[in-house]
C-alpha cells in the first residue's frame, strides 16, 4: 500500500498544492471524478497513456486513506 501512495504527491508548485498523480499534472479529484462518472481504469489510461493501472488504484487508495482520516459531523437541515 505504501509503495502506491508513493504515486501520489503534494506539490504546493503543482496544481496549487492538490494531490495529484506523480510526475502529471492529473489531480487524484480529477481521476475519481472520471471514475465516478462511468469511465472504467481502461478508459482513462487509454486517454492518458502516460499513467497506469497502479496510478488509478493508487488514486482510489489515497482517497480512501483521507476519508479513514478525517471525522465527518452530518448537515442539520433545519427549516
Known sequence: MEALLKRIELNPEILAG???IK???LSVQFILGLLA????PQSIIEEYNYITEKDIRACLL???EVMENNFFTP???SK
Open 37 to 40: 462518472h462511468g469511465e472504467t
Open 23 to 25: 510526475g502529471t499534472r
Open 18 to 20: 492538490k494531490p495529484v
Open 75 to 77: 448537515f442539520s437541515h
Open 62 to 64: 489515497f482517497a480512501n
